[in-house]
């Protein structure tokens, strides 16, 4: 079974679990609102680590997104689903992930004619010393790191929800975490 057969549980706009679709039907158009989550890892040097989308996705491929994305299971905890999601996509083990904040969004793939229509959980995790990332080839094209107070995602070169949870996630890391504000 591929992962677009998941299935995603669908919210209605204050996140309330109203049912379930496959991740398929959840992003064809019109799309389907349905919870999901972002995960952002800050270092202490004040960076944020993004990966850049394998060309084999089918919503914004090789777009520059936040650490790593996903759609819990219905049921499962948006924490647990995400730490899982973060040892799948880029082999990354033992970061505590805190809930933050959420932001909805919708946003059409003209390239692909997918629909993202999300219930979007923002989840930051802080990692101190070496982080050892092993991205999934199917998953992740590439990795950097960046400064997160001077990064502005927009354009193309972006996944559209960036520009959404990257305020919301730099709001709830201390000053001290994202310095050369």
């Not at 989550?37 to 993004?50: A, C, I, K, W």
């Not at 790191?145 to 890391?173: C, F, K, M, N, R």
Request: overall charge negative; hydrophobic content about 40%; charged content about 20%.
């Amino acid at each position: 079974m591929t992962r677009e057969q998941d299935l995603v549980e669908l919210v209605d706009l204050k996140g309330k679990a109203v049912g379930s679709a496959t991740v398929s039907d959840a992003h064809t158009a019109p799309g389907q609102l349905h919870r999901a989550f972002s995960v952002l890892l800050f270092d202490d040097e004040g960076r944020t680590l993004l990966q850049q989308r394998a060309s084999v996705k089918t919503r914004f491929p090789l777009r520059w997104a936040n650490a790593c994305c996903g759609h819990p299971p219905p049921g499962v905890p948006v924490v647990e689903a995400a730490t899982r999601r973060l040892v799948e996509e880029l082999g990354v083990v033992g970061v505590p992930l805190t809930d933050v904040g959420v932001y909805t969004y919708r946003a059409e793939d003209a390239a692909t004619g997918r629909v993202e229509y999300e219930y979007d959980h923002v989840l930051v995790g802080h990692v101190t010393g070496e982080l050892t990332v092993t991205p999934d080839p199917k998953e992740v094209a590439a990795t950097r790191w960046v400064p997160a107070a001077t990064l502005v995602p927009t354009g193309d070169e972006y996944a559209p929800w960036l520009s959404g949870v990257l305020p919301i996630a730099l709001a709830a890391v201390p000053a001290t975490r994202h310095p050369g504000e």
